[in-house]
């Protein structure tokens, strides 16, 4: 089944212990993209990828990093996690050449304390 | 970076109503989307515009790509509960060719009572 896979679902961690939000998209897919959802606000890029080793900034880019060293795989580092980092995150993939609408991950629900 | 107004916020209505709502953007998209949101899960791609002017149909879902190419709308006929959700809007200005990048609108969540 084509899809995207975020690990963990759910994250409770304390605040500047780091951690990493695995995300896999088995599509075969260029472009991958990492989002937040938070209430009120919608949701907000993060970092996109336009292929390997390719990364840039999104909208709302401070306290994250990525790395794209494989196709399939575009985790989301936070270093030292904060409060204000609690949300919903969302990893999304979609081809370069075709149809315009990102696949999206079911979510990670991150709680920082 | 770009912004989307999308109204209304909320929307409560009765099974087997209509439902309208919409995207308003300053900025000029080449490509609008519309997606929902079940609960718990990830957004999920209903209709994609491509042209200024284009009308879309997918089931009871219609949306149309505004000529300005500033705004879009998005119409639900005859609602039933299942539709109970998030719509986002989201449009899309290809740099060089690339469609990578998309804005989201702030969601209307919506309700239905049976």
């Known amino acids: 089944e084509a899809q995207v896979t975020q690990n963990p679902r759910y994250l409770i961690t304390v605040t500047g212990k780091k951690l990493t939000v695995t995300c896999s998209q088995n599509m075969n897919h260029e472009y991958m993209s990492w989002y937040r959802q938070d209430p009120g606000l919608g949701l907000r890029q993060i970092y996109y990828s336009m292929n390997v080793e390719v990364t840039d900034k999104g909208d709302v880019p401070e306290g994250y990093k990525v790395s794209r060293k494989e196709k399939r795989n575009f985790p989301l580092i936070l270093e030292s996690p904060s409060p204000n980092q609690t949300s919903l995150y969302f990893c999304?993939?979609?081809?370069?050449?075709?149809?315009?609408?990102?696949?999206f991950g079911s979510g990670t629900r991150l709680t920082v304390v | 970076g770009q912004q989307l107004n999308q109204s209304p916020q909320s929307m409560f209505i009765q099974e087997g109503e209509d439902v309208s709502m919409n995207c308003t953007s300053s900025s000029i998209f080449n490509t609008w989307l519309w997606y929902k949101q079940d609960p718990g899960e990830g957004p999920v791609l209903l209709i994609a515009l491509y042209k200024a002017g284009e009308l879309t149909s997918n089931g009871r879902l219609t949306a149309q790509f505004g000529i300005t190419r500033k705004d879009s709308f998005l119409n639900i006929s005859a609602s039933i509960p299942s539709d109970v959700g998030i719509y986002f809007c989201?449009?899309?200005?290809?740099?060089?060719?690339?469609?990578?990048?998309?804005?989201f609108g702030k969601g209307t969540l919506l309700t239905v009572n049976p």
């Open positions: 989201a449009g899309s200005i290809p740099p060089g060719g690339s469609n990578y990048k998309l804005t």
């Open positions: 999304a993939s979609k081809s370069r050449d075709s149809y315009p609408g990102y696949t």
